[in-house]
């Protein structure tokens, strides 16, 4: 059978044979469609269906957080001593606490407040590690190895210790969590930062920059930032749901923000205490900070898929 | 030699780099010689012996620790101005080992390629700066539309040959070539080879070629010089060096070159060399080679060898073939 097949092919006349030209420019051709690292990135982050879940389910929460206290007919601090300990009902989402104030603009005015924290800390981290992080690398010799030591030395005091200890010197507040938050939480980012760009700074793309006469200014700019901006992305959304969970702990302890502020550690301290009474007091506001931490932590590693593809395969 | 023809002198050239404490890695070790303009001239050795660094010393991005690199006639280490340096990055470019390293993934091509035209201010609008990539583009092969695509899209001889058109934007006269094929397919060498020889041809660029390739090597170059950890070993024509080396090393390194014609391929004898290469930290006296050496002398262990002409043109460090 082969044989004859073989056979067949030897009898094919040589007139049939014609000669395929190769198109220079054919080529050299790209078939794929040009995309930048955004766009790569947004597409392989949307093939992870559980992160576009999560950043649905965050968009939702941010909507509430900043709309809900607008629409709702009750102001947050606003008391009802004619309605305390109500259920669920249609006048009252979520019911009402000890003093009738309505749980669904508290837990939503509280959601605001926990995230403006989440968001401020993220930021503050990104300014001052970033910066700490790229002068680190950059300038490099003695200043990065005494840089070093001190972020060594930060790291070996334990973190809550520090934010405890500021909290009690400092006046109870909003910004008060963020100074504490701030005040340690750059290390990381700091280290991420200079490892990568100490990474980058020998590639040869760099050296080709130099070599062109580029200016440090724009190496730095043009060069070294960009190429950092993936990490700085990754870090800042873990950054978030740790100090969102930081705040809630401070304040469930009682060190954090007080009455009549509300935020998510605020609401659930004060479910906690009448949970076998109330046990809605506390469920609402533990759901919505789980749904941030987790929703937070699948993005963050989504985004860590789909903008730094080496590190997972 | 005419000296008006020196395009690029470099003259006892020393780069060390600290290791720990108190020893010092001699990557590039009091090395001298010329390169005439319009000419290749090919730098072999195995890896590790400095023919890069001796590259990046030459174009500045490391500071030498010793010795002198004169320029069209200026000398160029530590004596430039802001201004003098600004020129000398217009006029002596470089392309690199790595298609992958070398290109920001974060640019688009038409950003990369028109780096050095922004830094020198060479186009006077968007419109020309355009033009100018496109015409660079062109020139190594590619075309228009992949101006606007980012690095990652293309295969290593395309992004080798975005390269090429980084550094020929500027316009330079000297190029250093640091193993610019190494890192390609065999069959992608070829074309870039061919790319190199065209643009000298049509522009007169001058080459520092840095390779480990023999035959490539052979192929480019107008003339050759050996390196042999950290130092010049030999240095002369390319038909000179393949057909008459005087070196005992560079001896032993070109009868490894297998032969096309396989009857003579069956009698080629080929020298081995015993040992290894001896760590570059911390040298002892004498010449670098002397251990591995067949004809090693007492002298070559006590005194290292001068870089001297024993033929015309023809440059060895070596006390036996300068006897």
């Known amino acids: ?313 | 030699m005419n000296d008006k023809n020196v395009l690029v002198s470099v003259q006892h050239l020393k780069k060390y780099f600290p290791v720990g404490k108190k020893q010092t890695l001699k990557a590039v070790d009091d090395v001298t010689f010329d390169i005439y303009k319009g000419e290749t001239l090919g730098l072999v050795g195995e890896s590790g012996c400095g023919k890069s660094t001796l590259g990046r010393t030459v174009i500045q991005l490391y500071k030498p620790t010793d010795g002198k690199v004169i320029f069209d006639g200026k000398e160029v280490v530590g004596k430039q101005s802001a201004a003098e340096h600004k020129e000398f990055t217009r006029r002596v470019q470089m392309v690199f080992q790595d298609p992958y390293a070398s290109l920001n993934q974060r640019m688009k091509v038409m950003d990369i390629v028109a780096e050095g035209i922004d830094n020198h201010g060479l186009a006077k609008d968007r419109k020309e700066r355009e033009e100018m990539v496109i015409r660079l583009l062109e020139t190594v092969g590619l075309q228009r539309e992949h101006a606007n695509r980012f690095p990652h899209e293309f295969s290593g001889g395309q992004r080798q040959r975005v390269g090429i058109a980084r550094a020929l934007a500027v316009n330079p006269d000297f190029i250093i070539a640091d193993e610019p094929i190494s890192a390609l397919d065999v069959s992608i060498q070829a074309q870039v080879i061919n790319l190199f020889q065209d643009l000298q041809k049509e522009r007169g660029l001058t080459y520092l070629f840095i390779a480990h390739d023999l035959s490539m090597i052979k192929h480019i170059s107008d003339r050759v010089g050996v390196m042999y950890l950290g130092s010049m070993v030999e240095l002369t024509t390319s038909d000179e060096i393949f057909e008459h080396p005087l070196h005992p090393y560079t001896q032993a390194m070109f009868s490894a070159i297998p032969l096309a014609d396989p009857k003579l391929e069956t009698s080629r004898k080929r020298i081995m060399l015993h040992g290894s290469i001896p760590s570059p930290v911390n040298l002892g006296p004498g010449c670098r080679f002397a251990g591995r050496c067949p004809y090693a002398t007492d002298r070559c262990r006590q005194e290292s060898p001068a870089f001297q002409e024993v033929a015309p043109g023809h440059f060895v460090a070596c006390h036996e073939v300068q006897k």
């Not at chain 1, 609401?267 to 937070?296: D, E, K, R, T, W």
């Open chain 1, 1 to 313: 059978m082969n044989q004859e097949k073989n056979m067949d092919y030897q009898n094919i006349p040589r007139e049939l044979f014609t000669k395929v030209q190769v198109d220079q420019g054919e080529r050299e051709r790209i078939g794929r469609p040009s995309l930048t690292a955004w766009q790569d990135g947004w597409i392989r982050l949307k093939q992870n269906k559980a992160a576009v879940v999560s950043l649905f389910v965050i968009i939702a929460i941010v909507a509430l957080a900043i709309l809900g206290p607008v629409f709702s007919p009750y102001n947050f601090a606003q008391t009802d001593y004619s309605a305390t300990y109500q259920g669920p009902s249609l006048a009252h989402l979520f019911g009402t606490d000890m003093y009738g104030r309505d749980q669904f603009t508290r837990i939503w005015y509280g959601t605001r407040i926990s995230l403006l924290i989440g968001f401020v800390a993220a930021c503050l981290d990104l300014f001052v590690g970033v910066t700490y992080g790229a002068v680190s690398a950059l300038l490099g010799g003695k200043v990065d190895a005494i840089m070093q030591r001190i972020i060594e030395i930060l790291v070996g005091i334990p973190h809550l210790i520090i934010v405890i200890l500021l909290m009690m010197v400092l006046p109870a507040g909003v910004g008060t969590i963020i100074v504490a938050l701030a005040i340690t939480g750059w290390v990381n980012m700091a280290r991420l930062v200079r490892a990568r760009i100490l990474q980058l700074k020998n590639q040869e793309f760099v050296m080709a920059a130099e070599v062109l006469g580029t200016s440090q200014k724009n190496i730095i700019l043009r060069h070294l930032i960009p190429n950092t901006v993936g990490i700085i992305v990754i870090n800042a959304m873990f950054t978030i749901p740790s100090a969102i969970f930081t705040e809630a702990f401070l304040s469930f302890i009682g060190i954090g923000l007080s009455e009549p502020q509300a935020s998510l550690g605020v609401l659930i301290n004060n479910g906690y205490s009448v949970l076998q009474s109330y046990p809605y007091l506390l469920i609402c506001p533990a759901i919505v900070i789980i749904l941030i931490m987790v929703c937070f932590s699948i993005l963050g590693d989504g985004l860590r898929d789909a903008l730094d593809p080496r590190m997972s395969k």
